[in-house]
């Protein structure tokens, strides 16, 4: 019996409701399901040094363009300064981006009384509103008193046995990876939950460190009081994180901006090692701490400083224990914003710019505080490490081998005249101009913005 068409449209429309694979094979139906589903492109900004780039002023520039712009990894450990219309805001826990008006998404290891703290000191500044933009991933880790004190403990300890320290910034950050690693530590989503199971495990997280440091004392109810105190006040502003990100990614098109915190050089894999954070602060640290297949990275902007700047112990080759330090340092102001530690300071080191363009890929960066450099006769730069006299192709992995390193550098003349005022590449002296082009030219990477001032006026787009 002859079957007519309109059957053979049903059962072909059956057998595609069943097997949707079917109705992909054909090459318009892809076409049409890629349309349907398009996926948008996140913007990452990374540091490419050691931190203290000025990844905030950048981020901010971003976030007045940007729907969502989200942290990823890191805790209070990161510092970031934003100055909008004359005032300066600190930021710790909070993304830079929380000053603009619109979704914000934080995925990190949290310390519930230092994010409050921070939001009601940055709110006597100005800042409105966060509690409604501000959004926490329920499988945030949370970072507890004690895993600060635990943090000062195991430095100290490290300068009795080893006569040297990390340089940690006491926040408690490592025990709290330390914890994640271990899987025993303790997330948002366990707070919300059932309190009474979440103050059990709680006790037991307490009782297993202070087997550990024996002099570590907790008021265990006091603080679990406090944290529950906490928890309700967070829970309006919690999600589940993953299918945010999802929705986000797959819904109506978005503008989406993610923040690293620290930088390249201070990755827990990559980075100057053991003298590193805890986190993953490369461009993976934006996969694995938010939860966005890597399919979705977009623009990677690469933050730098005109010259290079680095907290704590650890292997500094370019550092200039001179009066040229002392100069960046002062006129740089470089002093660490959540420590308040000086920063040591030297040339720009192109060997590091490179090998974190090798692990991040980007496509753009950003040299803030060119400025700074406007006093200087000469301005050197390092291009290469020597060993025995030797050029090494590669960034060193040991650290006792990075200590014997000898830079080779290249030398510019200064040029001598105040850059602060300049708001386009032609305002700036051709001497100035040669220097970043020899940048630029080195790593392999277009510089999207120059900045030369604190502000947000003060960063020079280029393209």
């Given at each position: 019996?002859p079957?007519?068409?309109?059957?053979v449209?049903?059962r072909?429309r059956?057998?595609?409701?069943k097997?949707?694979y079917?109705?992909?094979?054909?090459?318009?139906?892809?076409?049409r399901?890629?349309?349907?589903?398009r996926?948008?492109?996140?913007?990452v900004?990374?540091?490419?040094?050691?931190?203290?780039?000025g990844?905030?002023k950048?981020?901010d520039l971003?976030?007045?363009?940007?729907?969502?712009?989200?942290r990823?990894?890191g805790?209070n450990?990161?510092?970031?300064?934003?100055?909008v219309e004359g005032?300066?805001?600190?930021?710790?826990?909070?993304?830079s981006?929380i000053?603009?008006?619109k979704s914000?998404?934080n995925?990190?290891?949290?310390?519930?009384?230092g994010?409050?703290e921070?939001?009601e000191?940055?709110?006597?500044?100005?800042?409105?509103?966060?509690?409604?933009?501000l959004i926490?991933?329920?499988r945030a880790?949370?970072?507890?008193?004690?895993?600060?004190?635990?943090d000062?403990?195991?430095e100290?300890?490290?300068?009795?046995t080893e006569?040297k320290?990390i340089?940690?910034?006491?926040k408690g950050i490592g025990?709290?990876?330390?914890?994640k690693?271990?899987?025993?530590g303790?997330?948002?989503?366990?707070?919300?939950g059932?309190?009474k199971?979440f103050?059990?495990k709680f006790?037991?997280?307490?009782?297993?460190y202070q087997s550990?440091y024996?002099?570590l004392?907790?008021?265990?109810?006091?603080?679990?009081?406090?944290?529950?105190e906490?928890?309700?006040?967070?829970r309006?502003?919690v999600?589940d994180?993953?299918y945010?990100?999802?929705?986000a990614l797959?819904?109506?098109?978005?503008?989406?901006?993610?923040?690293?915190?620290n930088a390249?050089?201070?990755d827990?894999?990559?980075?100057?090692y053991?003298?590193?954070t805890?986190?993953?602060?490369?461009?993976g640290g934006?996969?694995?701490?938010?939860g966005?297949p890597p399919?979705?990275?977009?623009?990677?902007?690469?933050?730098?400083?005109?010259?290079?700047?680095?907290?704590?112990?650890g292997?500094?080759?370019?550092?200039?224990?001179?009066?040229?330090?002392?100069?960046l340092?002062?006129?740089g102001?470089e002093?660490?914003?959540?420590?308040?530690?000086k920063?040591?300071?030297?040339?720009?080191?192109?060997?590091?710019l490179?090998?974190?363009?090798m692990?991040?890929g980007?496509?753009?960066?950003?040299?803030?505080?060119?400025?700074?450099?406007?006093?200087?006769d000469?301005?050197?730069?390092g291009?290469?490490?020597k060993?025995?006299g030797k050029?090494i192709?590669?960034f060193p992995?040991?650290?006792e081998?990075?200590h014997?390193?000898?830079v080779?550098?290249?030398t510019?003349?200064?040029w001598?005249?105040?850059?602060?005022?300049?708001r386009?590449?032609?305002?700036l002296?051709?001497?100035?101009?040669?220097?970043?082009?020899?940048v630029?030219?080195h790593?392999?990477?277009?510089?999207?913005?120059?900045?030369?001032?604190?502000?947000?006026e003060?960063?020079?787009?280029m393209?």
């Open positions: 019996t079957v007519s068409t309109s059957t449209k049903r072909l059956d057998s595609a409701n097997k949707p079917l109705r992909l094979a054909n090459k318009k139906n892809r076409l399901w890629a349309k349907e589903h996926w948008n492109k996140v913007t900004v990374l540091g490419a040094q050691w931190g203290d780039e990844k905030g950048v981020v971003l976030a007045t363009e940007s729907d969502l712009v989200c990823c990894q805790g450990n990161a510092g970031h300064t934003v100055v005032k300066e805001y600190d930021f710790h826990l909070l993304p981006g000053i603009n008006p914000i998404c995925g990190v290891v949290i310390h519930l009384p994010l409050f921070e939001a000191n940055n709110e006597k500044k100005g800042l409105k509103g966060w509690e409604k933009r926490v991933s329920d880790h949370l970072v507890f008193d004690f895993h600060q004190v635990v000062g403990i195991q100290t300890q490290r300068q009795a006569g320290i340089g940690t910034t006491k025990p709290t990876y330390a914890s690693a271990s899987r025993i303790l997330r948002v989503c366990d707070l919300l059932d309190f199971e103050s059990t006790k037991n997280l307490v009782k297993q550990m024996s002099s004392t907790v008021d265990t109810e006091s603080q679990l009081k406090k944290l529950k906490y928890g309700e006040r967070l309006p502003m999600r994180g993953v945010y990100m999802y929705e797959h819904g109506p098109p978005k503008r989406i901006l993610v923040e690293g915190a390249a050089l201070l827990i894999d990559f980075g100057t053991p003298f590193v805890s986190s993953n602060c490369t461009v934006a996969c694995t701490g938010l966005i399919l979705n990275i977009g623009e990677v902007y690469g933050v730098s400083k005109a010259y290079t700047t680095r907290v704590g112990i292997a500094f080759p370019t550092e200039q224990l001179n009066a040229t330090g002392e100069l340092q002062t006129r102001h002093v660490g914003v959540t420590t308040g530690r920063r040591r300071c030297g040339w720009l080191d192109l060997v590091i490179k090998y974190a363009h692990i991040n980007f496509t753009a960066i950003a040299l803030t505080k060119l400025d700074i450099l406007d006093v200087l000469e301005i050197k730069v291009v290469a490490y060993i025995n050029r192709p590669h992995a040991n650290m081998l990075l014997k390193v000898e080779e550098y290249e510019f003349p200064g001598k005249s105040d850059t602060s005022a300049a386009k590449w032609n305002n002296p051709q001497k100035a101009q040669n220097y970043i082009r020899f630029e030219n790593i392999g990477v277009p510089i999207k913005w120059v900045g030369v001032g604190k502000s947000r003060c960063m020079i787009q393209f």
